[in-house]
C-alpha cells in the first residue's frame, strides 16, 4: 500500500448527521443534498435523504421511495431497504441509481430512478422508477451493489459498481436509458484485492472522477458496518483512460489491491470516528471538490455518522483531504 496522503477531518456536520451510511452529494440551487442507505423510520428506512443550505447544518427531506420498487423486490427476496446510492444529473433530469441486496450475498441488482428536480416543493418533482439496470447472481464473480456514474471526457457515459467477490466493475451505458449498451456484456475490472482461495476480498465503494487530465479512482477497503470496531479505510488511483489501470502514487495498481490512502482513522486511542469510507465525489460552480463520506462515532454508540471534507491538489499533481476552513 502506498504511503497515505494527508488527511483532516472536515468541520463536523450539525443537525440529523445519524445515522448516514454510503452518503453521496450534490447541489441544486442553493441547497445541497445527500442521499444515503435507507436507515431509520417510515420512508427514510427504503432511502435516506437529508439537505443543507451551508454543507453544515442538516435535515431530513422526503425521501424518493415510500416502499421498494416491485420489480425489485421480486429480484431479491428478503430486501427490506435500499442501500448505497447514486445522484447525478444528466440530460435535463437527476438520474439516482441505488443498490438492492441482501447482507452477504451476490443476489443483488441496481437500479435507476429520475426526476425533474430534487425539490419536493418544486413543479415537476416526482422520482420515475426506470427498472432494473443490472443484476448479479450466485455464480457470478461481481456484486452489483455500490454503483457510481461517470461521464467521461469524450462522452461517454459509465457505471462503476462492485462490493467483494472479485472485486469493483465499469460498464459503459447507453447515454439515452442510462442502462448498458451492450446487456449480458461481461464487466471491465477496475480494481481487486487477490487473497487465498475462499477468502473475502475486502473491497467495495468505488467511485470515479476526472481532474486534471487524469481520471480518479476511489475504494473502500476493509470492514464496514461493525460500529467502532469497523476496519474500513479510503484509498485512490489515477489513470490517463476511464478503464485504468489505476494505480497509486508509488505505482501500485488498485487491481492488486493497491493505491494510495486517502482516509483513515485516528489512532486508536485518540479516535473518535472510526472506519472512514463509502467516499463521494462532487465538483461545485467554484470548481471546490467535495468529499463525502460516512465514519462511526464512538462517542454515540458507533453510529454511522456523515463527515465532508475537501480534496486539495498539490505541486506534485496527487491530492490531500483538507478540512474545511484550513489553507491548503
Same mark, same amino acid.
Given at each position: 500500500m502506498?504511503?497515505?496522503?494527508?488527511?483532516? !477531518?472536515?468541520?463536523?456536520? !450539525?443537525?440529523?448527521?445519524?445515522?448516514?451510511?454510503?452518503?453521496?452529494?450534490?447541489?441544486? =440551487?442553493?441547497?445541497?443534498?445527500?442521499?444515503?442507505?435507507?436507515i431509520?423510520?417510515?420512508? !427514510?428506512?427504503?432511502?435516506?435523504?437529508r439537505a443543507?443550505?451551508?454543507l453544515? *447544518?442538516?435535515?431530513?427531506?422526503?425521501p424518493?421511495?415510500a416502499a421498494?420498487?416491485?420489480?425489485?423486490?421480486?429480484?431479491?427476496?428478503?430486501?427490506? +431497504?435500499?442501500?448505497?446510492?447514486?445522484?447525478?444529473f444528466?440530460g435535463g433530469?437527476?438520474?439516482?441509481?441505488? $443498490?438492492? @441486496?441482501?447482507?452477504?450475498?451476490? *443476489?443483488s441488482a #441496481?437500479?435507476?430512478?429520475?426526476?425533474?428536480?430534487?425539490?419536493?416543493?418544486?413543479?415537476? /418533482?416526482?422520482?420515475?422508477?426506470? %427498472?432494473?439496470?443490472?443484476?448479479?447472481?450466485?455464480?457470478?464473480?461481481?456484486n452489483?451493489?455500490?454503483?457510481?456514474?461517470?461521464?467521461?471526457?469524450?462522452?461517454?457515459h459509465?457505471?462503476?459498481?462492485? @462490493?467483494?467477490? $472479485?472485486?469493483?466493475?465499469?460498464?459503459?451505458?447507453?447515454?439515452?436509458?442510462?442502462?448498458?449498451?451492450?446487456?449480458?456484456?461481461?464487466p471491465?475490472?477496475?480494481?481487486? *484485492?487477490?487473497?487465498?482461495?475462499?477468502?473475502?476480498s475486502?473491497?467495495?465503494?468505488? /467511485?470515479?472522477?476526472?481532474? =486534471?487530465?487524469?481520471?480518479?479512482? #476511489?475504494?473502500?477497503?476493509?470492514?464496514?458496518?461493525?460500529?467502532?470496531?469497523?476496519?474500513?479505510y479510503?484509498? #485512490?488511483? *489515477?489513470?490517463?483512460?476511464?478503464?485504468?489501470?489505476?494505480?497509486?502514487?508509488?505505482?501500485?495498481?488498485?487491481?492488486?489491491?493497491g =493505491?494510495?490512502?486517502?482516509?483513515?482513522?485516528?489512532?486508536?486511542?485518540?479516535?473518535?470516528?472510526?472506519?472512514?469510507g463509502?467516499? %463521494?465525489?462532487? &465538483?461545485?460552480?467554484?470548481?471546490?471538490?467535495?468529499?463525502?463520506?460516512?465514519? /462511526?462515532?464512538?462517542? +454515540?454508540?458507533?453510529?454511522?455518522?456523515?463527515?465532508?471534507?475537501?480534496?486539495?491538489?498539490?505541486?506534485?499533481?496527487?491530492? &490531500?483531504?483538507?478540512?474545511?476552513?484550513e489553507?491548503?
Open positions: 502506498a504511503a497515505g496522503a494527508a488527511f483532516a !477531518q472536515a468541520d463536523a456536520p !450539525q443537525g440529523e448527521v445519524r445515522p448516514v451510511h454510503d452518503p453521496v452529494l450534490i447541489r441544486e =440551487g442553493r441547497v445541497w443534498h445527500v442521499y444515503s442507505t435507507g431509520g423510520k417510515e420512508g !427514510q428506512g427504503i432511502l435516506s435523504a443543507s443550505d451551508d453544515i *447544518r442538516w435535515r431530513t427531506v422526503a424518493p421511495f421498494l420498487p416491485d420489480w425489485a423486490a421480486k429480484a431479491v427476496p428478503g430486501a427490506r +431497504n435500499l442501500w448505497a446510492p447514486d445522484i447525478s444528466v433530469r437527476y438520474r439516482l441509481y441505488y $443498490s438492492v @441486496s441482501t447482507f452477504g450475498s451476490n *443476489r #441496481i437500479g435507476l430512478a429520475t426526476s425533474a428536480t430534487l425539490d419536493p416543493a418544486a413543479p415537476g /418533482y416526482g422520482w420515475r422508477d426506470e %427498472g432494473m439496470v443490472l443484476a448479479s447472481k450466485p455464480g457470478d464473480d461481481f452489483a451493489i455500490d454503483p457510481a456514474f461517470v461521464a467521461d471526457r469524450d462522452g461517454r459509465w457505471l462503476a459498481f462492485g @462490493s467483494f467477490w $472479485s472485486g469493483l466493475k465499469l460498464v459503459e451505458l447507453d447515454p439515452r436509458t442510462g442502462k448498458p449498451r451492450r446487456p449480458g456484456e461481461k471491465l475490472p477496475l480494481a481487486s *484485492r487477490p487473497v487465498p482461495q475462499g477468502a473475502p475486502i473491497i467495495e465503494a468505488p /467511485y470515479l472522477f476526472e481532474r =486534471g487530465g487524469w481520471y480518479w479512482l #476511489i475504494a473502500s477497503y476493509d470492514y464496514c458496518c461493525k460500529g467502532a470496531a469497523s476496519t474500513y479510503t484509498v #485512490i488511483g *489515477r489513470s490517463k483512460t476511464i478503464t485504468g489501470p489505476y494505480l497509486g502514487k508509488d505505482g501500485s495498481s488498485m487491481l492488486a489491491g =493505491g494510495t490512502v486517502l482516509l483513515r482513522a485516528d489512532l486508536e486511542e485518540k479516535g473518535r470516528f472510526r472506519g472512514p463509502h467516499a %463521494g465525489h462532487f &465538483r461545485g460552480r467554484d470548481g471546490v471538490d467535495h468529499l463525502v463520506f460516512h465514519a /462511526y462515532d464512538k462517542e +454515540n454508540g458507533g453510529a454511522p455518522t456523515l463527515r465532508l471534507a475537501t480534496l486539495d491538489w498539490g505541486a506534485d499533481g496527487w491530492l &490531500r483531504a483538507v478540512q474545511q476552513g489553507k491548503p
